[in-house]
């Protein structure tokens, strides 16, 4: 029987899940926080790959046990302090001219690597272009880990469940995203929607399924409002109660069909709009303020300036030795054999759009279902196979000359 595919083996795992540790704001880009980059990566590889086997466990144990979630969360704070109080005087500084931004964007995507790390690992226990589309991206996984939260509502602690609900107001905010629905959008007469990072067309006859967004959607408004510790806290003013009685325009016969839990809700609502709840009952509370953030920010407060051009000088302007030496381990890290595995999606053959089996061996780009396809499709490809192959070849020698061993 063949191996399962793996980035780790069980001892590796444990030992990069050890050694991760938080960072402070002014070290982040440097050798030792792009290290843990790339163990955060490799992690995240790996819990994708264990978590579609069904073998998640070892990797939850090890972040438990070393109590590294804590961890991962305060390097998610801190990056986000980074994007808004360093990234911006980057941006603005006329003497900032890197040979490659490449360095800049891993500390952007590394937001992206955590979210989808905690996402996947709460999943199975039950510049600036770039910078948006990835914020997106971010936003998206952001709504399905506040699911996951919302599964163990009435565990939460008291503090927690009140800043849900009363202090940032998650049911109304997910109302808008019912109205607005930021993941589907018509392009040129046809309906597109985003999932598993990628924009598609909606065939016709899908049009009517929800989509994995909308179904965590659905499910975290219901956990919210459905709760008995949530409707004894939650204020139903008349700004909120007319922003819940929204959502009864949405649940249609079909909606209901595919998500029969939501029925309950439905009449939750036609109870509300008749009805006036009894005030939230007011406790006592002894509210958590966000320590991680205010530690950060007061730590750094005033010197933002000289963080940017602190990074600028050591982190962020890599001389081409260290951009080959950072893309040799780079190249070790994003095996091409684990990236295919977790594409969702067979590929598809160039030519006829069947599954494919067979790619092009010169340049590892194109899919074929078979050989006459391939055949086909050359003269097309052509151009576009020689210069992969052609920048190939470059990355390839660049690593010779830089594995030679200097006289």
């Known amino acids: 029987m063949e191996e399962p595919l793996a980035v780790l083996l069980p001892g590796e795992a ?56 804590p ?50 690992v709460f999943f199975h226990k039950e510049l600036k272009k770039q910078a948006e589309t990835m914020e997106f991206d971010i936003s998206l996984k952001a709504l399905s880990v506040l699911r996951f939260i919302t599964d163990q509502i009435e565990s939460l602690p008291v503090s927690a469940v009140t800043r849900m609900l009363n202090t940032h107001n998650f049911p109304c905010l997910l109302v808008q995203l019912v109205e607005h629905c930021p993941w589907s959008c018509y392009e040129e007469g046809k309906l597109k929607k985003f999932e598993n990072g990628a924009w598609y067309v909606v065939p016709p006859e899908d049009h009517i399924k929800m989509t994995k967004l909308d179904g965590q959607m659905w499910i975290a408004l219901y956990n919210l409002l459905l709760s008995a510790e949530c409707q004894r806290k939650y204020n139903f003013d008349n700004f909120n109660k007319s922003q819940l009685l929204k959502l009864r325009a949405f649940l249609t016969d079909i909606v209901i069909d595919q998500f029969p839990n939501l029925l309950e809700m439905q009449r939750f609502l036609s109870h509300l709009a008749v009805t006036d709840p009894v005030p939230p009952k007011k ?68 030519v006829c759009g069947s599954e494919a089996a067979k790619r092009c061996s010169r340049c590892r780009n194109e899919w074929y279902c078979r050989r006459q396809c391939q055949v086909q499709h050359w003269q097309k490809h052509k151009k576009a196979c020689n210069l992969m192959a052609d920048a190939l070849k470059d990355i390839e020698d660049d690593i010779k000359m830089q594995a030679k061993p200097t006289e």
Request: charge should be negative; proline fraction near 5%.
């Open 283 to 350: 406790d006592l509370i002894l509210e958590q303020v966000p320590v991680i953030w205010d530690h950060v920010v007061k730590e750094n407060s005033g010197k933002w300036q000289a963080i940017a051009k602190h990074q600028v000088n050591n982190m962020f302007s890599p001389s081409e030795e260290e951009l080959r030496s950072q893309a040799c381990r780079w190249a070790q890290t994003y095996n091409l054999d684990v990236i295919e595995a977790l594409i969702p999606d067979k590929p598809k053959c160039a």
């Open 14 to 69: 444990e030992v990069l899940v050890r050694e991760l540790k938080s960072f402070p704001l002014r070290d982040i880009g440097d050798h030792g926080w792009f290290r843990q980059h790339e163990y955060i990566e490799k992690l995240n590889m790996q819990a994708l790959l264990s978590a579609s086997a069904g073998h998640e466990q070892l990797l939850i144990e090890l972040l438990v046990n070393y109590n590294k979630i």
């Open 71 to 120: 961890t991962l969360v305060e390097e998610l704070i801190t990056v986000e302090i980074w994007k808004q109080k360093i990234f911006p005087i980057l941006c603005r500084l006329k003497d900032f001219m890197p040979k490659s931004t490449f360095p800049i964007y891993l500390v952007l995507h590394h937001e992206a690597s955590i979210i989808n790390l905690l996402e996947t």
